[in-house]
Structures are given as C-alpha cells and as structure tokens.
C-alpha cells in the first residue's frame, strides 16, 4: 500500500481531510496515492512531519502492509484479559467500543466519514433534549413556586 494512503488511513482521514490541512487539491492526494504523481519535496516533508514518519515510509520506498491499521490481536487480547478487573457495565462499554472499531475498520474511509457525522449529529440531539428538559423542569418548579405564593398569598387576604 501506498505510503501516504497508509498513513492518511492509518489516522482515519479522507482525503479531502489532509488535502484541506496541506492546502492542496483532493485530486492531488488521489495521484500520490495511485503513483500518477508525487507530493513536491516540501510537501513530502510535510506530510513526514505530520504522520511522524520518514520520507521513506511517505514515499513508499517501504512497504506498508494494510493489515497493520486493523487492530492487533495482541492488542485485543490484552484488553479481554483486563476485562477481569472490570465490573459489568464497563465490560458492556468495552465490548461495544471494540465492535465499534472492528466495524470501522472494515468501512471505506467515505463511510466511516458518515458514521461520525451521524454519531456527531446524535450527539448534538442528545444534549438538546437534555437541556429542554432541564428547562422545563425548571419552569415547572418554578410555575408550582408562583402557584404555591398565590394560594398563600389568596389565604391571607381571606383571613
């Protein structure tokens, strides 16, 4: 696999996402990593500097294996076996984080792209609803305060 689509992948962007952080073209991030073209030196260190590798590994002098962005089995392991030390609702938490990455790591970059946008947007819909609840909580302690004044208020002016 190419060098910067590794990299690019390996950090989960589009490249629309990194061709916006260079200031160069999506078309442009397309040919380096089809081999139609190459990044210019400046460029090149850049993107080095970016994904903390050398000229080497962006400019695909150095093999990059796609299996290396999926999550390792060592790694995986090591997590179900802190599992132990965890109680169940964490271990639900776990669970569902990693199938989360599993699944992410099998969608095109375009997809996974929507999934956060989606998830972002679910989000924002949660604190509203939140926060409108809050609200009319609020309100309504607030109205059954004023109703409570005027009973009180009522009762007085008859006595």
Do not use: H
């Amino acid at each position: 696999m190419n060098g910067i689509k590794y990299f690019r992948k390996k950090n989960r962007m589009t490249q629309s996402n990194l061709a916006k952080m260079l200031g160069v073209t999506q078309t442009s991030v397309s040919q380096w990593e089809s081999g139609r073209n190459y990044p210019d030196i400046k460029t090149a260190k850049r993107l080095a500097e970016l994904f903390s590798a050398s000229l080497d590994q962006i400019l695909g002098t150095v093999d990059m294996a796609e299996e290396d962005l999926l999550m390792a089995p060592s790694k995986k392991r090591i997590i179900l076996e802190a599992r132990d030390d965890l109680d169940e609702k964490e271990v639900v938490l776990l669970e569902q984080k990693m199938r989360l990455i599993e699944l992410m790591d099998k969608l095109s970059p375009l997809a996974r792209q929507r999934v956060i946008d989606r998830a972002e947007i679910y989000y924002e819909v949660q604190n509203c609803d939140a926060a409108n609840a809050a609200i009319a909580q609020k309100v309504s302690s607030s109205s059954d305060s004023a109703s409570e004044e005027l009973v009180a208020e009522e009762a007085a002016a008859e006595a």
